[in-house]
T-cell receptor, first 109, second 114 residues
Framework: GQNIDQPTEMTATEGAIVQINCTYQ??????LFWYQQHAGEAPTFLSYNVLDGLEEKGRFSSFLSRSKGYSYLLLKELQMKDSASYLC??????????WGAGTKLIIKP | IAGITQAPTSQILAAGRRMTLRCTQDMRHNAMYWYRQDLGLGLRLIHYSNTAGTTGKGEVPDGYSVSRANTDDFPLTLASAVPSQTSVYFCASSEFGGTGGEQYFGPGTRLTVT
């Protein structure tokens, strides 16, 4: 079957760095997405990895290892506004997204 | 309009009633999607459309139907609502279906079936 696993909740301190891990199992693979979702709002796109390695975009970076079925999202210089849920999604062979349940990130001052 | 709009924002519906959730995008995207989001679960795909005039079933299509008469609109209909359909419903679009690509989400409709 297809499955995306990520931690339910994480806590970090303002100004620090946090890494949110995601393991995936999909029927075929056409990339790994990360989305941010603030409470009561729609998900918004953060990053897309289809090749192994690290993609950096400002304070956010995303890493992919296809051989390990593993990705992480790295958030640097955490700000209070980064408090949100972070959704990992794998794209399968039919180009459909398989979503994890999301990691709720709590930022403390 | 900029992006995707959904209506209504929220709705309380009696079981057995028929309901249509509306979704409109102005980005001229070819592909559109309907998801439901439930606490503790990931987003689950209900139906999708890769281009106007075509639709497909997602992971959880039972009890729902869709149509795609034109590029901009993708309504989702619950023929006879049941309490298990209580959820937050998100409509999304992407430039092309059947390819990798970012999906853009509407603000969601919170539906409660009593």
């Amino acid at each position: 079957g297809q499955n995306i696993d990520q931690p339910t909740e994480m806590t970090a301190t303002e100004g620090a760095i946090v890494q949110i891990n995601c393991t995936y199992q999909t029927s075929g693979f056409n990339g790994l997405f990360w989305y941010q979702q603030h409470a009561g709002e729609a998900p918004t796109f953060l990053s897309y990895n289809v090749l192994d390695g690290l993609e950096e975009k400002g304070r956010f970076s995303s890493f992919l290892s296809r051989s390990k079925g593993y990705s992480y999202l790295l958030l640097k210089e955490l700000q209070m506004k980064d408090s949100a849920s972070y959704l990992c999604a794998g794209m399968d062979s039919n180009y459909q997204l398989i979503w994890g349940a999301g990691t709720k990130l709590i930022i403390k001052p | 309009i900029a992006g995707i709009t959904q209506a209504p924002t929220s709705q309380i519906l009696a079981a057995g009633r028929r309901m249509t959730l509306r979704c409109t995008q102005d980005m001229r995207h070819n592909a559109m999607y309907w998801y439901r989001q439930d606490l503790g679960l990931g987003l689950r795909l209900i139906h999708y459309s890769n281009t106007a005039g075509t639709t497909g079933k997602g992971e959880v299509p039972d009890g729902y139907s869709v149509s795609r008469a034109n590029t901009d609109d993708f309504p989702l209909t619950l023929a006879s609502a049941v309490p298990s359909q209580t959820s937050v419903y998100f409509c999304a679009s992407s430039e092309f279906g059947g390819t990798g690509g970012e999906q853009y989400f509407g603000p969601g409709t919170r539906l409660t079936v009593t």
